[in-house]
């Protein structure tokens, strides 16, 4: 997703400082500036905050930000910029090397989770095991939604909403989600990636895929399901209230119709057949969509990149794994389309055996972004009241 605001072409950028170009460069060289290469072009371009600050006055050119009448607009989270994707202005590729669901939560949360993440989680009440006995053949999100209320009135910790009381709620939340995941009836010790491949019983190597995939799902800036938690966090509610209502939105038949179910089911046919070309040339043959890619235009996600490379190193010879492959070269030389993050993500989670909610793997690391928006909503804007524009018939 291009933001175009975000930057300035060198004889702009050298215009509002008041220089030539040669001392625009010698900013850079100095690390006054930040710049970029623009892809196909032997052109940089610069980022317009760095200009701005060292100019020490805003661009009376730049576009006037929207008057925010609803729900926030800006995030400090996470940026989007061409192929890139920075969480507080990290590059999530460097995060991917060795970052982990618990140093996420530490960078995004804006807390010091260490000793937190080695307490005992919340206590179930002694209703809550015997329901949660009763539930093992529930769906995870479903299990979820029975058991966060219950969580939540045994620890009175879990009604401070202060930021560190925020983050604390969010690591027992984090924790008891992993646990329904993986049909747990209790979260344990360690980090999270272990804990999951351990009980899901992984192929080897898989635990470093499963770390890799919370890292890189942990946010997206405001996709529909995170405007929604963003919308209930706004009155005020706690971690385990604002995660229910990420998974309640999720789903939603709109999303299911339109994003998750459809892709799901392609993956499906992917896997299940003996070439994971087929199913691709197939849906192409009677003029159909293929769910999970999208227009070459707009560019692979980084994620999709990095999380494929996590696969093949340790997934390289899986036939599944290579039927996946066959999809996204054939997607990508018939039409140019490249694949969606959604499906090595799926992916994960169907190789780990949870067919019927493959999504679930990932939604671990998405908690994670849910609730930081939660907390950026609550904590930095007022209690939001918008009038609406009233567009029915006028009384009589």
């Known amino acids: ?187 344990a010790d360690g980090p999270l990636h272990l804990f999951v491949a351990n009980v899901l019983q992984a192929p080897a190597g898989y635990d470093e895929v499963i770390r890799t995939l919370f890292v890189l799902v942990a946010d997206h800036e405001f996709d529909p399901i995170t405007y929604a938690v963003r919308a209930v966090a706004n009155v005020g509610v706690t971690p385990f209230q604002a995660v229910t209502a990420g998974l309640i939105a999720s789903q939603g038949q709109r999303f299911q119709a339109e994003r998750y179910g459809v892709a799901a089911r392609f993956l499906q046919e992917i896997l299940a057949s003996g070439d994971g070309a087929a199913p691709v040339v197939e849906r192409l043959r009677h003029g159909e969509a293929l769910p999970g890619f999208s227009a070459a235009a707009s560019g692979e996600d980084p994620r999709t990149t990095l999380l494929m490379a996590a696969l093949a190193r340790v997934a390289g010879a899986d036939p599944l794994y290579q039927r996946l492959c066959a999809a996204q070269r054939m997607a990508q030389g018939s039409v140019h389309a490249t694949m969606d993050f959604i499906f090595p993500a799926m992916f994960v989670g169907y190789r780990l055996g949870l067919k019927g909610d493959a999504l679930a793997i990932a939604l671990i690391g998405r908690l994670v972004g849910w609730i930081a928006h939660a907390m950026e909503q609550y904590h930095e804007h007022a209690l939001i009241r918008p009038r609406a524009r009233y567009a029915g018939l006028l009384p009589a």
């Open 1 to 187: 997703m291009e933001q175009a605001h975000l930057y300035l072409s060198a004889r702009d950028a050298a215009a509002m400082l008041g220089v030539n170009m040669q001392t625009l460069y010698a900013y850079v060289s100095r690390k006054m500036l930040r710049s970029e290469k623009i892809d196909g072009s032997r052109a940089r371009r610069y980022w317009r905050a760095d200009v701005e600050r060292l100019a020490g006055k805003p661009d009376p050119q730049a576009p006037a930000m929207p008057v925010e009448t609803e729900l926030a607009s800006a995030t400090r989270l996470t940026l989007i910029t061409g192929q890139r994707l920075f969480f507080r202005g990290r590059d999530v590729a460097q995060l991917a090397e060795a970052g982990t669901v618990e140093s996420m939560a530490a960078l995004l949360w804006q807390q010091p989770l260490d000793n937190w993440f080695a307490q005992p989680a919340a206590a179930l009440p002694g209703i809550g095991v015997g329901m949660l006995q009763g539930l093992d053949g529930v769906g995870i999100l479903e299990k979820a939604g029975a058991i966060f209320p219950l969580l939540e009135r045994a620890d009175p910790r879990a009604y401070d909403l202060t930021p560190a009381g925020y983050a604390r709620t969010g690591v027992d939340v984090l924790r008891w989600f992993a646990a329904l995941v993986v049909g747990a009836h209790a979260p």
